[in-house]
């Protein structure tokens, strides 16, 4: 399992070659988390060069959100705020990225494999790793610039006021609230506090884009981020009082 990691700054992190198989470029990689098991990992990656990787699927179900710069997948133009996500073995585009480009690239229930393909790995691709669904899995792509703020509808209280804008989502069952996956922004508003020590059935992770945020743990900043295994305690939290607080989260 990936071990708990709060709270760490990206920025005191080293960089490696980044674990980008089959793609022609130069691109550095700093471990946010890091499973040693299966392979999982939370990276931010730095684009040394202009990098390229034909079409094909990945080990893993895999995030990317573009902190800076512009990255092409297939015809569509990513830059500065927008999301893919595919699920392990469903084929992807041959994507090109930027010099300089800034990703955040998650990857989960498996290992940084990726194979050149021009079909899916097998006929039937699940939405994800810890999916209930039966459903087949899809590509998922999003442009948050281009979403509304909505309300925390999913818990009561003061977790109202915070603002969220779903980017992907495979609900959970009733009956098993550790099964699905969510993947989101966040936007606390400045002062928001809450003071309940909470846990969760599954395992949370943030990447602070902006603002600042006082907890337990300390301090969240811009490139602060941790990995939250289940059950593990958290709060009270207290918002800046000028920006709030912005995150990229997942659960």
């Given at each position: 399992?990936?071990?708990?990691?709060?709270?760490?700054?990206?920025?005191?992190?080293?960089?490696?070659?980044?674990?980008?198989?089959?793609g022609t470029g130069r691109v550095m990689q700093r471990n946010l988390s890091y499973d040693e098991e299966d392979g999982s990992a939370s990276?931010?990656?730095?684009?040394?060069t202009a990098w390229d990787r034909p079409g094909g699927y990945h080990e893993a179900d895999t995030e990317w959100f573009v902190l800076e710069?512009?990255?092409?997948?297939?015809?569509?133009?990513?830059?500065?705020?927008?999301?893919?996500?595919?699920?392990?073995?469903?084929?992807?585009?041959?994507?090109?990225?930027?010099?300089?480009?800034?990703?955040?690239?998650?990857r989960e229930y498996g290992d940084?494999?990726?194979?050149?393909?021009?079909?899916?790995?097998?006929?039937?691709?699940?939405?994800?790793?810890?999916?209930?669904?039966?459903?087949?899995?899809k590509l998922t792509m999003v442009d948050s610039a281009k979403m509304e703020w909505m309300d925390n509808i999913y818990e009561g209280d003061t977790q109202r006021f915070l603002q969220l804008k779903i980017l992907y989502h495979d609900p959970s069952p009733e009956s098993e609230n550790e099964k699905g996956f969510i993947t989101m922004l966040g936007w606390a508003p400045p002062g928001w506090s809450d003071d309940r020590l909470i846990h969760h059935p599954v395992f949370e992770e943030a990447y602070t884009l902006t603002g600042h945020m006082d907890y337990n743990f300390g301090r969240f900043v811009p490139g602060a981020y941790f990995f939250r295994p289940a059950r593990v305690k958290h709060g009270h939290f207290i918002a800046?009082?000028?920006?709030?607080?912005?995150?990229?989260?997942?659960?």
């Open positions: 399992m990936r071990p708990h990691v709060e709270i760490i700054q990206q920025s005191d992190l080293c960089w490696h070659p980044a674990e980008m198989h089959g990276t931010k990656l730095y684009f040394e710069g512009r990255i092409k997948m297939g015809e569509t133009i990513f830059g500065p705020g927008m999301y893919w996500r595919a699920p392990a073995g469903l084929r992807v585009p041959a994507i090109s990225v930027d010099e300089k480009s800034e990703v955040l690239v998650f940084w494999g990726f194979s050149v393909s021009e079909t899916d790995k097998s006929d039937f691709i699940p939405e994800g790793g810890n999916t209930a669904s039966e459903e087949p899995g800046g009082e000028e920006m709030g607080t912005f995150w990229d989260l997942q659960a």
